[in-house]
């Protein structure tokens, strides 16, 4: 009896499978698109006093003895006066900075932001698009206290037209020209 009902129900997914060949099948609607990135209050701050470029707000975000580093370019800030003179540095150097968050995490005491951002370089007015940065925070009592950014320099270089990056570097064992 146990044969039986096995192989029933084999002849039946068979005949299922048959009918169902010269039917149109049709592709699962694509992936939904990513629900927008929540990120903290803080960091939601942080943000807006940058893409505001109000450097006394950016800077009042920090810890009295903060620090801010851009570590690509090697320029570091330590407490409000001079988070914000460096602050006031970047805005005057670029123009209609925009953030687009990708992916936020925190945890007790730190927070990691990863964003594309794009900007016009206010010098030469080239549009610089989807520099991909990964943003470290050490967070303490509300405020940041560390803040770390990490970035394709090279890539920016190479859309402001001052660098050719070329051809990728040949795999091993291959010939170069």
């Known amino acids: ?5 096995i192989s029933l129900s ?3 997914l068979l005949l299922a499978g048959i009918v169902t ?23 939601q701050a942080w943000m807006t006093a940058y893409t505001s470029q ?3 707000a950016y800077a009042a975000l920090y ?8 570590v690509p ?37 730190w927070a990691v932001l990863e964003t594309t951002t794009s900007a016009t370089d206010a010098e030469s ?8 940065i990964a943003t470290i925070f050490e967070l303490d009592n509300g405020l940041i206290r560390r803040s770390s950014d990490y970035y394709d320099l090279a890539g920016v270089f190479e859309q ?13 064992g291959t010939a170069t020209p």
């Open 1 to 5: 009896m146990h044969r039986v009902v």
């Open 73 to 109: 370019s090697g320029q570091a800030a330590q407490g409000h006066e001079a988070i914000a003179e460096l602050a006031t540095y970047y805005f005057e150097s670029q123009d209609d900075f925009v953030f687009e968050p990708l992916a936020f995490f925190q945890g007790d005491g």
């Open 54 to 56: 109000d450097p006394d």
């Open 63 to 70: 810890t009295p003895d903060g620090i801010y580093e851009d």
């Open 160 to 172: 402001l037209g001052l660098l050719e990056m070329g051809e990728a570097t040949p795999a091993a």
């Open 21 to 43: 060949m010269g039917t149109t099948v049709s592709a699962q609607p694509g992936t939904p698109t990513a629900s927008p990135v929540t990120v903290s209050p803080l960091v």
């Open 125 to 132: 007015g080239h549009r610089v698009v989807g520099v991909r």
């Open 10 to 12: 084999l002849i039946g």
